[in-house]
T-cell receptor, first 111, second 113 residues
Framework: DAGVIQSPRHEVTEMGQEVTLRCKPISGHNSLFWYRQTMMRGLELLIYFNNNVPIDDSGMPEDRFSAKMPNASFSTLKIQPSEPRDSAVYFC?????????FGPGTRLTVL | AQSVTQLDSQVPVFEEAPVELRCNYSSSVSVYLFWYVQYPNQGLQLLLKYLSGSTLVESINGFEAEFNKSQTSFHLRKPSVHISDTAEYFCAVKPDHTDKLIFGTGTRLQVFP
């Protein structure tokens, strides 16, 4: 099993640009989670899906952030427009019954 | 509401010494318990978990944790650490009624030669 796959692994962009992060969950997992990790705030849950439907997006910081899951094998997290304070590592995780498995993360730097 | 407390933000230890990383949780409902490890510049890896059955669970690299319901704890232990165990360790709980994980703030284990 390839595990959770995220792309790109690193992204450097300028303030105001659109950023799209991608995630492929483990096959057969029904739930998918997006997290953000920073030194200041630690690990934060942004949004999660169950059977491709958003269940809880209360952690999404503001309207500049959006997430979609068009099918069971793909999800995106989009930031438009990006700001320097969005710089962080973004993790995707998928869940087998009761256990989450994390991807390697995307390190985003907004200049 | 549920919460997870990792009292030690950093634990320095010499190689081959024993170590215990503490985790306490608060919950009014049944929970599942997890330890994740994050090596530098990597994602979180599942180290071990308690879902049911024996309260003592073990990982493949020598760590173990014991679920203590009366003390609401899930401390992580290893009898002899290696340099390669240097990492951030996160305790997490999953309440029975939700898919969400509640994480502690993490403990940085630093193993010195």
């Amino acid at each position: 099993d390839a595990g959770v796959i995220q792309s790109p692994r690193h992204e450097v962009t300028e303030m105001g640009q659109e950023v799209t992060l991608r995630c492929k969950p483990i096959s057969g997992h029904n739930s998918l989670f997006w997290y953000r990790q920073t030194m200041m705030r630690g690990l934060e849950l942004l949004i999660y899906f169950n059977n491709n439907v958003p269940i809880d997006d209360s952690g999404m910081p503001e309207d500049r952030f959006s997430a979609k899951m068009p099918n069971a094998s793909f999800s995106t997290l989009k930031i438009q427009p990006s700001e320097p304070r969005d710089s962080a590592v973004y993790f995707c995780a998928s869940m087998a019954p009761n256990t989450q498995y994390f991807g390697p993360g995307t390190r985003l730097t907004v200049l | 509401a549920q919460s997870v407390t990792q009292l030690d933000s950093q634990v320095p230890v010499f190689e081959e010494a024993p170590v215990e990383l503490r985790c306490n949780y608060s919950s009014s409902v049944s929970v599942y318990l997890f330890w994740y490890v994050q090596y530098p510049n990597q994602g979180l890896q599942l180290l071990l978990k308690y879902l049911s059955g024996s309260t003592l669970v073990e990982s493949i690299n020598g760590f173990e944790a014991e679920f203590n319901k009366s003390q609401t704890s899930f401390h992580l232990r290893k009898p002899s650490v290696h340099i390669s165990d240097t990492a951030e360790y996160f305790c997490a709980v999953k309440p029975d009624h939700t898919d969400k994980l509640i994480f502690g703030t993490g403990t940085r284990l630093q193993v010195f030669p």
